[in-house]
């Protein structure tokens, strides 16, 4: 469930029809031994998402598990995060991607056209958008703000849970939200084949 996104112990639960505290058992000995850590949500701040730490698996890494005729990648503001990870994807995949947020801002934020134009990624100038404007039926939904998938619940098909650059607003945050986006982009773009 992990290796392409994140979920709250709670989600794992109704998934695996688990009990709560044989699972949190499970995952305190996934914690040490060093295969998921723990984020506190951004969002509502009382929840905490699993990740999988980068390659812990990768030699369980199954053949492709997912189609989808396009990736859209969701956060709140579509300012920053949605962007870059759209224009990582397009790189790495031959899927198209999209981008959209919950609550568009006005344009996108400065150090995230700063960031695509020192990491070459070709970022589009578009407006923000709000994603009942560019969802289509066959996306593949990827929240990458915590808030986004708390508003979305299960319309969002993957979670990443990646920190919000723009209240920094410093290079080193935004380079290290495109580092998080690309590994993730990395691990899940093999995995989705195209559909017609």
């Known amino acids: 469930m992990l290796l ?3 979920a709250s112990p709670s989600e ?6 688990m009990p709560s505290n044989l699972l949190a058992h499970h995952l ?13 949500s951004e969002g509502d701040r009382r ?3 699993l990740q999988l730490i980068p390659a812990t698996l990768d030699s369980l890494a199954a053949p ?3 189609t989808a005729r396009r990736v859209l990648f969701v956060c709140t503001a579509n ?4 962007h870059l990870a759209a224009a990582l994807w397009r790189r790495a995949s031959t ?13 996108i934020d400065p150090g995230a056209i700063a960031a695509a134009r020192r990491h070459r990624l070709p970022l589009p100038r578009l407006r923000p958008r709000h994603i009942s404007d560019v969802q289509d039926d066959g996306d593949l939904v990827v929240t990458v703000c915590d808030l986004a998938r708390e508003e979305l619940g299960h319309q969002a098909a993957v979670h ?23 590994h993730r982009v990395e691990r899940l773009a093999p995995r989705l084949d195209p559909t017609s």
């Open 28 to 40: 305190r000995v996934l914690e040490q031994a060093g295969v998921i850590t723990r984020r506190r």
């Open 160 to 182: 990443w849970s990646v920190p919000d650059p723009v209240p920094a607003g410093d290079p080193v945050s935004f380079d290290a939200a495109v580092a998080e986006l690309s």
């Open 95 to 107: 899927v198209p991607a999209v981008s959209a947020g919950t609550h568009p801002a006005a344009r």
């Open 12 to 17: 794992l639960a109704a998934l695996l029809a």
């Open 64 to 66: 492709p598990v997912r």
């Open 79 to 82: 300012s920053a995060r949605s």
């Open 4 to 6: 392409a996104g994140d």
């Open 47 to 49: 929840r905490t998402y």
